[in-house]
């Protein structure tokens, strides 16, 4: 059972444009978000995360919107620029205890057009 | 300063071989965490360590699986009699620790390929 879902596999933009990437989580105990961008054959690198007691973060281009009610967090970069294709992944955590450990959804692979 | 670093990068095993995978964590890191990350798929936890102590391993698939951070530093994971189904990247990952940022870093990770 995902706990942490990212339902779009790929997403393709222009240039310039907004990009738009959705995920959606069902265990309730979740309080930390983050939000990873990986390239092939490297590991993922962090981009932006936010606690459940906001309900945005904002770093640059890239701008977190967390949906407490509807369990859904979404992640925009404006401008896209095409050194941002890469898969994106969405994680949780429950910051319960001193465990951190994070469930990440499948990924989306985002690709920008020039 | 240096991020998490990961050896061997790529690994080929023949099935029933035994693996040892390293990771060298951000200096003064407390947390330390194992993922494992098949085809296609996001990382999947594996276990964690706080310092010294490993406080979670209940990601481990079978106890063929063992990992080990004896100074609280670098970590191994080891994978005895591997299986092709082990085949996978392994990532590691260092946080802060608890009460800091709990935002983890990853390394390149390990690929697994097991014939």
């Known amino acids: 059972d995902q706990q942490v879902k990212q339902n779009s596999p790929s997403l393709s933009v222009q240039e310039g444009r907004i990009s738009i990437l959705n995920c959606d989580y069902t265990n309730s105990m979740f309080d930390y978000f983050l939000w990873y961008k990986k390239y092939p054959a490297e590991g993922p690198t962090f981009l932006i995360s936010i606690s459940s007691i906001k309900d945005k973060n904002e770093d640059g281009r890239f701008t977190v919107f967390l949906n407490k009610s509807a369990k859904h967090l979404s992640l925009h970069i404006v401008p896209s620029q095409p050194g941002d294709s890469a898969v994106y992944f969405c994680?949780?955590?429950?910051?319960?205890?001193?465990?951190?450990?994070?469930?990440f959804g499948k990924g989306t692979l985002l690709t920008v057009n020039p | 300063g240096a991020g998490v670093s990961q050896s061997p990068r790529y690994k080929v095993a023949k099935r029933g071989q035994d693996v040892a995978l390293r990771c060298d964590p951000i200096?003064?890191?407390?947390?330390l965490f194992w993922y494992q990350q098949a085809l296609g798929q996001g990382p999947e936890f594996l276990t964690y360590?706080?310092?010294?102590?490993?406080?979670?391993k209940s990601g481990l698939p079978s106890d063929r699986f063992f990992a080990e951070r004896p100074e609280g530093s670098v970590s191994t994971l080891k994978i005895q009699r591997t299986q092709q189904e082990d085949s996978a990247v392994y990532l590691c990952a260092s946080s802060q620790g608890q009460g800091r940022s709990p935002t983890q870093y990853f390394g390149p990770g390990t690929r697994l390929t097991v014939l």
């Open positions: 360590f706080q310092n010294e102590a490993q406080l979670d």
């Open positions: 994680a949780a955590s429950a910051s319960g205890g001193s465990n951190y450990k994070l469930t």
């Open positions: 200096s003064g890191h407390v947390s």
